[in-house]
């Protein structure tokens, strides 16, 4: 059983389209992240819910906007697309936030977005 | 949060023992260090995690210096399917928030 997933794994738009990228987790966690990865595999922080409330949001333009229906689900929507947002986007979770150490974050296989 | 620097790139042999260092100079007092590993096209994986001294997992080892400045992942003889991208991370707990550098990618020739 995958524990964290994304759909779609690939997503080739055209700029100024609207697409969304779906995140589930079946590991029962409190917290889920959504990270960027550019082509210098910089990997970002974007965005962290805990128990569906938003509690990390880095500098990203509002066309980026996180929705957690529940604590299993958070999914991105990307508004008016453009080429630089051309990256490979990971989903990751983990247990919880606080804590002693960090907590160990598992990331799903990413969604490769390509924007024309 | 601090910033970490490790090499860029390193190459070696099915059968050695690679270490990869991470410097931190700023680390602070509560600040754990994490090692994750990336293979092309998936996401990265949790290797290895210390505060000080050494851990050791099935894995890999962690040696952390009593400065805690910088540390040294190894991973003993290594196997092709070990070419990776590995990143060292620095930070709490508290927000949740990893900072990855640009990683070492390690490639392991026959």
């Known amino acids: 059983d995958t524990a964290v997933s994304q759909t779609p794994k690939y997503l080739v738009t055209q700029m100024g389209n609207d697409k969304s990228i779906k995140c589930e987790q079946n590991l029962g966690h409190d917290t889920m992240y959504w990270y960027k990865q550019d082509s210098k595999k910089f990997l970002k922080i974007m965005f962290s819910y805990n128990n569906k409330e938003l509690i990390i949001n880095e500098t990203v333009p509002n066309r980026f906007s996180p929705k957690s229906p529940d604590k299993a689900h958070l999914n991105l929507h990307i508004n008016s697309l453009e080429l630089g947002d051309s990256a490979v986007y990971f989903c990751?979770?983990?247990?919880?936030?606080?804590?002693?150490?960090?907590?160990?974050?598992?990331f799903g296989p990413g969604t490769r977005l390509l924007v024309l | 949060l601090a910033k970490t620097t490790q090499p860029i790139s390193m190459d070696s042999y099915e059968g050695q023992e690679v270490n990869i260092t991470c410097s931190h100079n700023?680390?602070?007092?509560?600040?754990?260090i994490t090692w994750y590993q990336q293979f092309p096209s998936q996401g990265p994986r949790f290797i290895i995690q210390g505060y000080k001294t050494k851990v050791t997992n099935e894995v890999a080892s962690l040696f952390i210096p009593a400065d805690r400045k910088s540390s040294t992942l190894s991973l003993p003889r290594v196997s092709l399917s070990d070419t990776a991208v590995y990143y060292c991370l620095v930070g709490s707990g508290n927000t949740g928030k990893l900072i990855f550098g640009q990683g070492t990618t390690l490639q392991v020739k026959p």
């Open positions: 990751a979770s983990s247990h919880a936030t606080s804590g002693g150490s960090q907590e160990t974050q598992y």
């Open positions: 700023n680390i602070a007092t509560n600040d754990y």
